[in-house]
């Protein structure tokens, strides 16, 4: 059984900058790309745009391609992107993800709610 938390240890942890930062920056970012280590672009900066597009709640990747200057800079400062990939490349790049790779990640999510004793099993 998780221990009780005071309100505010319980909102850090589950504050965006802590789960990003914390649990699925470093998951992305550690995740086998098979590709040249020449590739214009990391698997991880594909996987935190395809992230950032389902929290921009963006209609399609035509639309989240279009951001302007301030949101593409939150987009390197929130995110942590380095370069934004286009739609074709963001397809192609993400079609080569395993989806049992990507639900290693969301069970770590879990696990850090549960722990933090949002959850229960």
Same mark, same amino acid.
């Given at each position: 059984m998780a221990k009780a938390r005071s309100e505010s240890e319980l909102s850090r942890l589950c504050s965006f900058d802590y789960v990003f930062g914390q649990i699925l920056h470093p998951f992305f970012s550690r995740l086998d790309d098979g590709r040249a280590f020449n590739a214009s672009y990391s698997l991880g900066d594909a996987l935190r745009a395809a992230f950032a597009i389902y929290s921009f709640k963006a209609a399609s990747l035509f639309e989240f391609g279009r951001l302007t200057q301030a949101?593409?800079?939150?987009?390197? &400062?929130?995110?942590?992107?380095?370069?934004?990939? &286009?739609?074709n490349c963001l397809r192609k790049l993400l079609d080569g993800v395993r989806p049992a790779e990507l639900r290693a990640g969301f069970g770590r999510l879990l696990d850090h709610l549960r722990g933090a004793g949002l959850l229960r099993r």
């Amino acid at each position: 059984m998780a221990k009780a938390r005071s309100e505010s240890e319980l909102s850090r942890l589950c504050s965006f900058d802590y789960v990003f930062g914390q649990i699925l920056h470093p998951f992305f970012s550690r995740l086998d790309d098979g590709r040249a280590f020449n590739a214009s672009y990391s698997l991880g900066d594909a996987l935190r745009a395809a992230f950032a597009i389902y929290s921009f709640k963006a209609a399609s990747l035509f639309e989240f391609g279009r951001l302007t200057q301030a949101e593409e800079h939150n987009l390197a &400062s929130v995110f942590r992107i380095g370069r934004i990939p &286009s739609d074709n490349c963001l397809r192609k790049l993400l079609d080569g993800v395993r989806p049992a790779e990507l639900r290693a990640g969301f069970g770590r999510l879990l696990d850090h709610l549960r722990g933090a004793g949002l959850l229960r099993r």
